[in-house]
């Protein structure tokens, strides 16, 4: 047995406690005890929640230890580190199980299990990236507006009494802030969501590739789903209908690294219906 086992398991029994010593100060009426057992019981099951994730890590390590190939090892570990918002390594430990696991059995049900981790965490990564550009130049924004009517204040002070059309000012000032937004609205366009090109995403799901491969006739799908499609509809291509086995299909390396690209360049497009 681990060592810390036996503790983990009286952690969990004193949370249980806390927890029924709570429910019953609260039906009892006395409000500030139940509170302090809650706390007692919240705070028991963090500790327990970190020893469980330690172990999680520690384990999947040594397993990647003895087998430096382990799909779910590097998967565990992967999703521990990420759950310690190590978001860095906790990617590189998913994208290396996704290799493995497509190496292995690219039709496994852990193949897309991973994939959606790892497509959450790409998310996750963008969207706080994202945030944060956005702030930054909605601030940037804000000041270049402020230095333009300031500007504008102060030319029209000077030039008072010599102009015979003031509305003229008013249009130039007006031009020049529609300049600006529209600059700012160009600098934001890669954070925001659109269409994925087609070329980019299966004809059969029509999400975006993860692992594209080409047949003879010249169409990419999605590695897994037609897999699925050959073993449980039959040996043909699914658009053209030709015939077609499983030792056709050649990995289409090139829509490959074009997806790896987009997705790079835009990070909303990891988005999944899941999350």
Partial sequence: MRPGVSALSAEEIQAEK?????NECFRKNRFQAAIDAYTEFLFIGLIVLYAIENAIEEDSRKAIQLDHDSVKGHYMLGLALLQKQEYSEGVKELEKALDLGRGANPNAYIVDEIWEELAKAKYLEWEE??????WELQRLKEACERALREKHFLDDSETEGFLDDPIVSV????????????????AAEDDTPSEVPDYLCCKITLDIFRDPVITPSGVSYERAVLLDH??????????????????QLVPNFAIKEAVHAYL???GWAYRTESY
């Fill in 18 to 22: 806390s927890k029924l010593e709570g």
């Fill in 129 to 134: 990236a994202s945030t944060q550009r956005s």
């Fill in 171 to 186: 249009v130039s000032h007006l031009k020049k802030l529609d300049l600006l937004g529209e600059v700012f609205r160009k």
């Fill in 230 to 247: 050959l073993e449980k509809v039959g040996n043909f291509d699914p658009i053209t209908r030709e015939p077609l086995y499983p030792s």
């Fill in 264 to 266: 790079d360049k835009n």
